[in-house]
């Protein structure tokens, strides 16, 4: 019963024509159920695409880097979500959650099983992971910049046997489109860094890799093309599905006769990055690392069509300017000495172009400001940031906000703080699918550590009750009362009656915004204090009626690692590391409640609960406060850098 309750609350959330193309899936998925072979396709391989730098230019940290991922690698030391070190198989049981250590082996049509649905804990996304072939991209890139034969028959050792143990259309690896992009994105990258060895060092690779093509690339283009993402689905999927078909048609220009031509996936590519990030740089589907994410899709397709020329001007323009815009909106949104996203993030990224996955989105920050030292690897595979994109600076408002009013987020440098501000809608399209409640959230960083933060992400469909949890409007720290309800959590990816965007505006150095509901109205205003003490006085209300006070709570969620005492009546002290603040709360509230770790809560104990990385979660303290109407009503919190 409740999987029919979602199936019929997913339905209402498409459209007549998105409901026809459901229809036409269904209609693909019986005719590839079974499917074995494929039109003939030319795999002739085009030298304009992609074009590799001379290996002699990568730096010596790069090296060592590589160096040490390959035998960790060939020892099965995998590292899931660039942070998660998990001992594999070598090759990896391509069908097992080596997390949850779950085999979920099945010889099922791959049109019949539910990914959203594993037995016994075991969570798709772990088992997806190793078969983005991160590892064995990570292996050619050591055999082409280390020369290390080893490497690269490692390399094929593992795709022969994914090969072999993933027959096209069956199992689990055939249930998104997405994965079927991003195993071509890999695939095109491994044949140019092994090819590109085999031109110095000639030997047995390229053989192998022909046969490797003819396995992989007709099935994989042919499931990608038909059975991509449409509708409220699409979000960054269409965008990696895009985005593999772009570099391996354009390495492999026959591929065209079993997906589509290159001059139409430029104009896809070019609807679906304007889609992706609005004008203002900031991502439609308000989660800060799918930004990263999504990014990372469009310049990948953009570099490929340009090589072949299937690139108009005028498109490549308007693609490289919404670019440049959202790499300017990351640089100034994220802090990469500590830093914490906002919506569902799963520490996804598209390639290994890093010294240090671990460090992925800092190197990727890094190479966006021209640090060469901190992004050695971005900046051999592309040069410095600036000779493909530019993009104007964001104008600083009174009281020193930089404001995306598209995105709705607003950002400030006080002295030794960073402060992150969410005036947001929940997140894109009718499902709203990756948005949290967390509108009117404040983050701040004092001397680049994280001390208000929000809450995270979790994980997907391993733990149902955590996810919604940090998803919640209780879990974040904008104003919040049962009578105002934002939004209703209808299943994975799906919100209904989801509340309207926050209203803002700047009032001199004051920033305010509102949400106006049918409960009522939940308001924030923000004032930087700029002088020597450096203070944000931050004020909430509620009203269920005009120029009516109601009650409402607000909870401070700390970041893991802080220490947090009461010092005095109405006043915390924060310390991290060498940051500190107090925090000072007004005669309004009616109730603080400090909550701290002891070390001993429970597996699934949600108070308190934060996820600082995908799948990740810590126990870290929070102040809850509690305002009722009847009284003072100075419901402020002031914070003090120490």
Not at 350 to 371: C, K, M, Y
Not at 525 to 537: F, V, Y
Request: charged share 25%.
């Amino acid at each position: 019963m409740a999987d029919l309750n979602w199936y019929w609350r997913r339905l209402r959330a498409m459209g007549p024509v998105e409901v026809a193309l459901r229809l036409r899936k269904k209609w693909f998925e019986f005719q590839d159920s079974g499917r074995d072979h494929w039109p003939a396709a030319d795999l002739s391989s085009s030298s304009a695409f992609p074009k590799l730098p001379d290996p002699a230019a990568a730096p010596e940290l790069l090296r060592e880097s590589l160096k040490c991922d390959a035998e960790r690698l060939a020892a099965g030391r995998l590292r899931f979500f660039g942070h998660l070190d998990v001992q594999a198989d070598t090759p990896p049981n391509w069908q097992c959650d080596y997390i949850a250590g779950v085999d979920v082996s099945t010889d099922q049509s791959a049109f019949k099983l539910n990914h959203r649905e594993l037995t016994d804990g075991a969570a798709i996304k772990s088992v997806w992971e190793p078969s983005r072939w991160y590892g064995p991209v990570r292996m050619a890139q050591a055999c082409w910049l280390l020369g290390s034969r080893r490497s690269g028959e490692r390399c094929l050792d593992w795709l022969e046997d994914w090969v072999a143990n993933n027959p096209p259309y069956t199992g689990w690896h055939w249930t998104s489109a997405l994965e079927s992009g991003m195993r071509l994105v890999a695939f095109t990258w491994i044949d140019a860094f092994l090819m590109a060895f085999e031109g110095r060092e000639p030997g047995d690779l390229a053989k192998r890799l022909a046969t490797l093509r003819a396995d992989i690339l007709p099935s994989h283009v042919w499931f990608t093309w038909r059975h991509r993402t449409f509708g409220s689905s699409a979000n960054n999927h269409l965008l990696g599905e895009l985005c593999g078909l772009a570099l391996a048609t354009a390495r492999w220009p026959g591929l065209a006769k079993l997906g589509t031509d290159l001059p139409r996936l430029g104009r896809l590519l070019e609807r679906e990055t304007l889609r992706q990030f609005h004008s203002d740089g900031g991502n439609f589907e308000q989660a800060l690392n799918y930004h990263f994410f999504a990014w990372e899709f469009c310049w990948e397709a953009r570099q490929a069509l340009v090589a072949v020329g299937a690139m108009p001007p005028v498109r490549r323009d308007r693609i490289d300017t919404r670019l440049g815009q959202a790499a300017r909106f990351h640089r100034e949104v994220q802090v990469p000495s500590d830093p914490w996203d906002y919506g569902d993030s799963d520490d996804a990224y598209v390639l290994p172009w890093f010294a240090d996955e671990s460090r992925a989105t800092d190197e990727w920050w890094q190479w966006i400001t021209g640090n060469a030292v901190r992004s050695p690897f971005l900046h051999l595979m592309r040069g410095k940031f600036d000779t493909h994109l530019k993009s104007d600076e964001p104008k600083t408002e009174q009281g020193g906000w930089r404001v995306f009013p598209d995105t709705g987020i607003a950002v400030n440098a006080l002295g030794h703080w960073n402060a992150r501000l969410d005036f947001s809608p929940l997140g894109s399209g009718s499902m709203a699918p990756h948005g949290h409640l967390d509108a009117h959230q404040l983050s701040l960083w004092l001397k680049g550590r994280a001390m208000v933060i929000d809450p995270g992400t979790g994980d997907y469909h391993g733990t149902p009750e955590l996810r919604n949890w940090l998803a919640s409007r209780e879990a974040h720290n904008g104003p919040c009362s049962g009578k105002a309800p934002l939004a209703r959590r209808e299943g994975p990816f799906l919100w209904g009656a989801i509340h309207p965007k926050p209203l803002w505006s700047l009032d001199g150095d004051i920033f305010e915004t509102e949400l106006r509901l049918a409960g009522g109205s939940l308001a924030r205003t923000i004032k930087p204090l700029a002088g020597e003490k450096q203070e944000w006085l931050v004020t909430d209300t509620f009203e269920p009626q005009l120029g009516k006070a109601g009650e409402f709570t607000v909870r401070w969620q700390f970041a893991p690692g802080c220490e947090v005492e009461q010092i005095r009546e109405r006043v915390f002290r924060v310390t991290s590391e060498s940051a500190m603040m107090e925090i000072n709360l007004g005669e309004g509230w009616s109730l603080a409640e400090l909550w701290l770790p002891s070390g001993d809560e429970a597996a699934g104990q949600l108070d308190g609960i934060v996820s600082p990385l995908f799948m990740k979660t810590r126990h870290a303290p929070y102040l809850k406060l509690t305002a009722k109407p009847g009284g003072n009503t100075e419901f402020t919190t002031k914070f003090t850098a120490g």
